[in-house]
């Protein structure tokens, strides 16, 4: 098993460009999640999902857009790059068994720069 | 709202002497805590959660519920334990909602 992968990469974008950011996880888990890790301020919600078709806000959403049209897969965009949003990107998944969440499997990020 | 504190950016330690990494969280419920490793150039990974009381890696933690606590700890540094340590709190609510602290980096000096 791959687990969760991410492209891509490395990727330098210029203020305004768009991109998509995909992550795909082959463990049949039902949650995936998208952060931006920054100096100092650790892990940071963008967005999450807890199944096909649904997405929802994190805590740091404005900027970004989801789509997770298969289980599998989940995409982040960024439709008007800006500085700001120079980070690091990781994806994870997770699944419930019971009544315990698990651990989060994470992806191996994607470093963005915004020039 | 839920709330995880590490206050040690950086923790140098010299190879061979305890470890202890603070983490505080706020949280009204009963918490799932978790302690992720980030070794260089590595993607994060779980290191233990509070709920399996197991020891990884000769780290354990224990959690204090009175105190809202969570720190990690190993008797004895290793060079290898140089990395970046995240606590986690995990709480339900429609889907598992993580918040992570700011993190740890330790260094081990040899």
Not at chain 1, 16 to 21: E, P
Not at chain 1, 61 to 71: A, F, H, I, Q, T
Not at chain 2, 59 to 67: I, P, Q, R, S, V
Request: proline share 4%.
């Amino acid at each position: 098993n791959a687990g969760v992968t991410q492209t891509p990469k490395f990727r330098v974008l210029k203020t305004g460009q768009s991109m998509t950011l995909l992550c795909a996880q082959d463990m049949n888990h039902e949650y995936m999640y998208w952060y931006r890790q920054d100096p100092g301020m650790g892990l940071r919600l963008i967005h999450y999902s807890v199944g096909e078709g649904t997405t929802a806000k994190g805590e740091v959403p404005d900027g970004y857009n989801v789509s997770r049209l298969k289980k599998q897969n989940f995409l982040l965009g960024l439709e008007s790059a800006a500085p700001s949003q120079t980070s690091v990107y990781f994806c994870a998944s997770s699944y419930l068994s019971g009544s315990y969440y698990n651990e989060q499997f994470f992806g191996p990020g994607t470093r963005l720069t915004v020039l | 709202a839920q709330r995880v504190t590490q206050p040690e950016k950086l923790l140098s330690v010299f190879k061979g002497a305890p470890v202890e990494l603070k983490c505080n969280y706020s949280y009204s419920g009963s918490p799932e805590l978790f302690w992720y490793v980030q070794y260089s150039r590595q993607r994060l990974q779980l290191l233990l959660r509070h709920i399996s009381r197991e020891s990884i890696k000769g780290f354990t933690a224990d959690l204090n519920k009175g105190e809202t606590s969570f720190h990690l700890k190993k008797p004895f540094a290793q060079e290898e334990d140089s990395a970046m340590y995240y606590c986690a709190l995990s709480s339900s609510g429609g889907y598992q909602k993580v918040t992570f602290g700011t993190g740890t980096k330790l260094q081990v000096i040899p």
